[in-house]
């Protein structure tokens, strides 16, 4: 990647809506070697995808918890099983492979405490395998990029 590489996908980072000619024009390319950069950059597998970024609160998910997960074994079979449940859980936004005490943090939103509640009752803790669970909750988000 070359400096105008780092441009498109900062670019694109901050708005993955821009046309091409938009994009062009901010990085100071013509839309041809423009549209071309960028297909490389995702056939490279550096630009992986286009979301778009929900307002959580909209949707009633105003609890948002971080969750850190320890396993009882490392076994492949323990963590197979594990990490296809965390894949499967809908309330599960990330879930990351962690060095240190915990193996796993997750990232969950919930429409209440109560919700959070149920989830961690009736869904995570009869997750086979989980050792231990703890958990903070957000109050606020001071930086998403």
């Not at 286009?50 to 997960?69: E, H, M, N, P, Q």
């Not at 009752?121 to 930086?143: M, P, W």
Request: net charge positive; proline share 1%.
């Amino acid at each position: 990647m070359d400096s105008k590489d780092v441009q498109i996908v900062r670019a694109l980072q901050a708005n993955g809506r821009l046309t091409n000619q938009e994009l062009s024009e901010r990085v100071n390319l013509s839309p041809s070697p423009c549209l071309r950069r960028v297909r490389l950059l995702e056939e490279a597998g550096i630009i992986k995808g286009y979301k778009a970024i929900i307002d959580s609160k909209a949707l009633g998910l105003s609890v948002t918890a971080f969750i850190r997960i320890k396993l009882e074994k490392h076994d492949d079979a323990t963590v197979k099983r594990v990490e296809g449940q965390m894949i499967a859980m809908t309330e599960v936004i990330d879930c990351w492979l962690m060095t240190g005490r915990w193996d796993y943090q997750l990232r969950v939103m919930a429409a209440d405490l109560e919700a959070y509640e149920g989830f961690v009752r009736g869904t995570l803790q009869k997750v086979n395998g989980i050792a231990s669970i703890d958990t903070s909750f957000a109050y606020g988000q001071v930086k998403r990029s």
